[in-house]
């Protein structure tokens, strides 16, 4: 069988390598950084983790753990970064690919090749042929700056930082007034620890969000829709949703935050134990969003305005793929349309894996993506012809826009246990175009030298 490139050892690509190395189909991973875990590895040398020091996990260990490799008993609920790494860590190790792995190495360049094969170009200069692509190289490192800025944010005399960059609350926020823009995940955890040494955290959002705790009656909220409740209408489940968080919370009105313009489900969720208690404590303001920007003076849409020393910008990331050509793979708008946001329709042999933005956690999703693409090399699942994959992008992303709120914060969006049944029904999938690797193709295995 021929041979696999997979660019990336995050939790999506060690997903990858295990499902191949566990079907003996060949395969090289490369990775950029020293180690594995992506994200998860704090002051990653790769440079590309947006993980803070006092970073939890918002996706209980129960729902973000591999099929194949439950995370140890002794692990809380919502472990800390360290922890997580360490489990990845112990994935490879247990699973013994860490020998496919070249660390250290960043792929420069994916180019496809006449009789469909895949040059891979590594940044030292080496190039590969391989028989098939598999891209995990994540899609939370490239930060998403306001576009356009706001009036006046060249001007702004004080400190201005992305999520990305902030690691812990220091002499830039202590006994400062700070100021967080947006209300995701990132924007709600930065502002509940930087309100511990602040004189003032504001929080500034153009809309609102439904906060989720992280428990609801003592059980991690993401075990709270259990599978059969997938499969009721979304209406159902989030007239029950809304019921409980009612009587744990309440309306966001009551803290002061803006009353969300959309239903629960309708915008990713934030998830926090904390941000409605440090509004409560007074040590975060809300805000609505930022109207233009002085020297030292934020002044917002209600017409208030006060003085600031440092804004953290926490308006999410770019989906980028600097090493694919962009008539290959453009992701303007953070659009990527793949079919089950995977497969690229037009692209034989490249694949996609954990490109995606789930109502659960994105780990057993990627591992189960590989075991289909796996079932694809093998011949034994097949695919639509070319048009039908794109008329059922269309469909998909049609809902999506229909569903979500309008934001490049939505464009890769599933729910967790529809989606899983999805790929299940694809890997029984039989009739259709047959992408199975090539047999034996010594060539694919020579490396070339760039000229
Ligand atoms: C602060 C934060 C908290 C989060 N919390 C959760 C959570 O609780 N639960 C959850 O499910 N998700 C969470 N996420 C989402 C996050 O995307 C996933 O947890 C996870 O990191 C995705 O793994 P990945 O392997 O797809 O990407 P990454 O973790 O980003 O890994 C990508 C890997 O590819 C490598 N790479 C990239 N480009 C190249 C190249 N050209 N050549 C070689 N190697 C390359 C990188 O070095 C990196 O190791 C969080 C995200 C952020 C930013
Ligand atoms: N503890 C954790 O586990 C944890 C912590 C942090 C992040 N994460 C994860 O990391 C991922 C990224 O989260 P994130 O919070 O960094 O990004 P995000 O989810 O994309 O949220 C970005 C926020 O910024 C707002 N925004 C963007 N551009 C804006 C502009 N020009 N003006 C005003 N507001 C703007 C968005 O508003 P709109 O909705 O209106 O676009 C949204 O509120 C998510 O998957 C998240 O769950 C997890």
């Given amino acids: 069988m021929g041979k696999v490139c997979i660019i990336g050892a995050g939790s999506s690509g060690i997903a990858a390598c295990q499902v191949l190395h566990a079907r003996g189909i060949e395969f090289d991973c490369f990775e950029k950084g020293s180690g594995v ?46 922890q997580i790494a360490r489990y990845f860590d112990d994935y490879v190790d247990h699973f013994g690919f860490r020998g496919h792995i070249r660390f250290n190495t960043e792929v420069s360049a994916v180019v496809p090749e006449e009789g469909g094969r895949w040059r891979v170009t590594l940044a030292e200069g080496e190039t590969n042929l391989y028989d098939a692509i598999m891209v995990a190289n994540g899609h939370h490192w490239n930060p998403k700056w306001p576009e356009p800025p706001f009036p006046g944010q060249d001007r702004f005399a004080g400190v201005q930082i992305h999520a990305h960059h902030y690691r ?36 500034a959002m153009r809309r609102g969000a439904h906060v989720l705790p992280k428990y609801i009656a003592g059980t991690p909220t993401d075990q709270l829709g259990p599978k059969f409740l997938s499969h009721l209408p979304l209406g159902v489940t989030r007239a029950l949703f809304m019921r409980e968080l009612k009587h744990v919370q309440g309306p966001m009105e009551n803290y ?29 303001t809300p805000k609505p969003n930022i109207a233009r920007i002085g020297p030292d003076r934020v002044h917002f849409t209600d017409g208030t305005s006060t003085e600031i020393d440092t804004i953290v910008w926490c308006t999410g990331y770019r989906i980028t793929f600097p090493f694919l050509e962009p008539e290959v793979m453009e992701a303007a708008g953070n659009r990527v349309p793949l079919f089950r946001r995977v497969v690229h329709p037009d692209a034989p042999g490249l694949y996609f894996i954990g490109l995606v933005q789930p109502l659960g956690a994105i780990m057993p999703i990627a591992e189960l993506q590989a075991e289909w693409v796996a079932d694809l090399f093998e011949g034994s699942a097949a695919l639509p012809e070319p048009d039908a994959m794109k008329q059922e992008i269309e469909r998909e992303e049609a809902a999506m826009r229909k569903r979500y709120v309008a934001s490049t914060r939505h464009t890769i969006q599933v729910d967790y246990y529809p989606y899983m049944r999805l790929l299940g029904k694809e890997r029984k999938r039989r009739e259709g175009v047959k992408v199975a690797l090539p047999a034996d193709a010594p060539s694919a295995r020579v490396p070339v030298r760039a000229a």
């Fill in 256 to 284: 002061g935050l803006p009353k969300p313009d959309h239903k629960l489900g309708e915008a990713h969720p934030t998830i926090s134990a904390d941000l409605l208690a440090r509004i409560g404590h007074g040590r975060i």
């Fill in 37 to 82: 875990g992506g994200n998860w590895r704090y002051e990653n040398d790769n440079g590309m983790s947006s993980a803070y020091r006092s970073l939890f996990i918002n996706t209980s260990r129960q729902m973000m753990a591999y099929a194949t490799y439950p995370m140890p008993e002794d692990y809380p609920d919502y472990p800390h970064h360290t």
């Fill in 168 to 203: 812990e609350p220091d002499e830039r926020f202590t006994d400062k007034n700070v100021l967080v823009l947006g209300i995701g995940n990132s924007a709600s955890d930065i502002a509940v620890e930087t309100s511990r040494v602040s004189t003032m955290t504001y929080l």
